[in-house]
C-alpha cells in the first residue's frame, strides 16, 4: 500500500493493535517510501508482532524514529530488534516499559555495537540490571 498522502509522522498509541495488526503494518512499512516517524505505544504487540514488523521494517529506508513503548515485547522480540537496530535507518529507538530483562538488553546492545545509525534509545523500565540488585 503506497502513501498517497506523503504522510510523514504516525501516531498509533493506544489503538488496540495486536500482533494480527501488525502483519498488515508490517506490509505497509515494507512499501512506504515517506513515513519518518512511527509511534505504537501502549498496543499489545508482543512478540509475534514485532516478528511481523520486522518484516517490513527491514525494507523501509525512510523511518528514522520508532516508538514502542509499553507493547509486551520480551527477549524474543528483541532478537527481532536487533535487526531493527543494525540494519535500518532509525535514529530514535523507545522500548520503554517492555520486559526485555537483561536477555533483551544484552541482544540490543550486540546490535548497538555493529555499524548502527541509532543516536538515541530509551530501555527506562525494561527490566534491565533487576537480578543484579
Known sequence: MQNPFGIEHLDLSSCC???KGCIYLGKI????????TLKLDFNKIGDSGMAHL??????????????????????????????V????????????GNPL?????????????????????DLADTGFGEKAE
Do not use: F, H, P
Open 85 to 96: 537496530i543494525k540494519s535500518t535507518n532509525v535514529k530514535e529507538l523507545s522500548l520503554r
Open 17 to 19: 493493535i495486536s500482533a
Open 54 to 83: 520486522n518484516n517490513g521494517l527491514k525494507w523501509n529506508s525512510t523511518l528514522q524514529e520508532l516508538s514502542m513503548q509499553y507493547c509486551g515485547i520480551t527477549a524474543e522480540g528483541a532478537s527481532y530488534l536487533s535487526y
Open 29 to 36: 512499512l515494507g512499501e512506504n517510501s515517506s513515513l519518518k
Open 101 to 121: 530483562g537483561d536477555e533483551g538488553a544484552v541482544l540490543v546492545g550486540r546490535a548497538l555495537m555493529v555499524g548502527t545509525s541509532i543516536e538515541s534509545i
